[in-house]
């Protein structure tokens, strides 16, 4: 990954795998399955004794509640001790040549993305199942949601349990993009990130926002 994309610092992984939870998981599977790669949501454990989020605070070592349809064969292949890789897709947009206002000038999208790394703890006690989905809840909730109390709805959460497949998630690694129009001129770069802000587009105005927040 050239230097110019690196994040600045890690909170930057941090607060765009909160902001885009719906993670893209894969796995290598067998030479006669082929790879699986099931979208799925992923929160940050909320128990953990240390939670990222801290500017000095970093992944490896972090972990991840996720969870999927017992149904999908990539649950069947997902083992405790197997590794997986979750990657999750932040603010992007095409960059039209027009922006920059030279020549000679090729396009570009401009795009950020989290690359996580680790090793898969398979959960099967319905009770700790059911923890798993109503941290997601809270954290979702409170993120994205109204503030809705699911307490009237855990028993129709015990039905739909057993065809939830829970796991946690160590991280053993993880590498950000965060390809923001660094390799440009400041003049240019700024030509960017003015037309980004200014457009209807939410995932443009969102990448302006990132490149207004750049060293």
């Given amino acids: 990954m050239p230097n110019d994309y690196r994040e600045p610092d890690?909170?930057?992984?941090?607060?765009?795998i909160r902001a885009n939870p719906l993670a893209l998981?894969?796995?290598n599977g067998s030479p006669e399955d082929g790879p699986f790669a099931?979208?799925?949501p992923v929160i940050f454990d909320p128990a953990a004794p240390e939670t990222p989020g801290a500017p000095s605070a970093g992944l490896?070592?972090?972990?991840?509640?996720?969870?999927?349809n017992r149904e999908n064969p990539h649950?069947?292949?997902?083992e405790t001790g197997s590794v997986l890789l979750l990657t999750f897709t932040g603010p992007h947009s095409y960059v039209s040549p027009t922006v920059y206002e030279k020549t000679p000038a090729a396009p570009t999208w401009n795009f950020t993305s989290v690359h996580v790394r680790g090793v898969v703890e398979r959960i099967d006690s319905a009770e700790e199942t059911?923890?798993?989905v109503?941290?997601?809840v809270r954290a979702f909730e409170g993120r994205f949601g109204n503030g809705w109390d699911m307490t009237e709805s855990l028993?129709?959460?015990?039905?739909?349990l057993p065809g939830v497949g829970a796991f946690r998630f160590t991280v053993t690694g993880a590498e950000g993009m965060f390809k923001l129009s660094q390799e440009q001129p400041g003049e240019v770069r700024e030509r960017v990130r003015e037309s980004f802000g200014r457009s209807a587009c939410t995932y443009k105005r969102e990448t302006a926002g990132l490149m207004s927040n750049l060293p």
């Fill in 60 to 68: 490896p070592g972090a972990t991840l509640l996720g969870h999927l």
């Fill in 134 to 136: 109503q941290s997601t």
């Fill in 10 to 16: 890690s909170s930057w992984m941090v607060d765009l």
């Fill in 75 to 78: 649950w069947a292949a997902l």
């Fill in 130 to 132: 059911l923890g798993v």
């Fill in 38 to 40: 099931t979208h799925l």
């Fill in 25 to 27: 998981a894969v796995a």
């Fill in 155 to 160: 028993d129709y959460f015990r039905e739909i």
